[in-house]
């Protein structure tokens, strides 16, 4: 079966601008964890979304948004773009929230902020 | 702040040898898991371990976690080029936070 899709690959935003990501899970996951990960911070979880609900938020500010789709696909969204911003970014989808059942990561979108 | 730190950070090591890598935290997990990175692709779970004391073997892997389950070794056993990758530990507290590890980075030379 599919994996977990990702799109865009890759994205070069400049400052102040805003950005949406894309995550599609494998069918008949419900749940979608957004992280970012960058050489300094490593991977830091962003949030979770199970069945259209935001179950969980990492320490973020409020720049970062997402959202989840009856269809189990999510979006985040990242608002006034910082060169901090650039990272890249992993979704995983699990059946059920995680760490209860695996987790599959995408391959990421890398977001470069410029 | 990271829970979980990592160590070594780097390691680059000649095939055939062994290795362990290290995930400590002051905290209590409810359970942890290990993660294998390559270049451009997400991480990939290894394992999950849940009770304090538990060992897991994945054919050259040995996975441990703590008694008190606030920490986990990883262990490799001959090494092989193939093992090349970021290794990554990961667990959710008992506020339900999920959390990774800071990495390590293993290089296994041919």
């Known amino acids: 079966k599919a994996g977990v899709t990702q799109t865009p690959r890759y994205l070069i935003k400049t400052r102040g601008q805003q950005v949406t990501l894309s995550c599609s899970p494998i069918?008949?996951?419900?749940?979608v964890s957004w992280y970012q990960q960058t050489p300094g911070q490593g991977l830091q979880f962003l949030f979770e979304?199970?069945?259209?609900?935001?179950?969980n938020k990492g320490n973020f500010p409020g720049r970062f948004s997402g959202r989840q789709f009856s269809n189990s696909r999510s979006e985040m969204n990242v608002s006034t773009l910082e060169l901090g911003d650039s990272a890249l970014y992993l979704c995983?989808?699990?059946?059920?929230?995680?760490?209860?059942?695996?987790?599959?990561f995408g391959q990421g979108t890398r977001l470069t902020v410029v | 702040t990271q829970l979980l730190e990592q160590s070594p950070q780097f390691l680059s090591i000649q095939e055939g040898e062994n290795l362990t890598v290290y995930c400590n935290s002051s905290?209590?997990?409810?359970?942890l898991q290990w993660y294998r990175q390559e270049p451009g692709e997400g991480p990939v779970l290894l394992v999950t371990?849940?009770?304090?004391?538990e060992v897991k073997k994945l054919k050259r892997l040995t996975f441990q976690f703590g008694d008190a389950r606030k920490d986990s070794s990883l262990h490799i056993t001959a090494a092989q080029p193939g093992d090349t990758g970021l290794y990554l530990c990961?667990?959710?507290?008992?506020?339900?936070?999920?959390?990774f590890g800071t990495g390590t980075s293993l290089t296994v030379i041919p």
């Open positions: 995983a989808s699990s059946f059920s929230p995680v760490p209860n059942t695996e987790a599959f």
């Open positions: 069918s008949g996951h419900r749940s």
């Open positions: 990961a667990g959710e507290n008992t506020g339900n936070q999920f959390y």
């Open positions: 979304y199970f069945s259209e609900t935001q179950r």
């Open positions: 905290s209590v997990f409810s359970s």
């Open positions: 371990v849940v009770t304090g004391g």
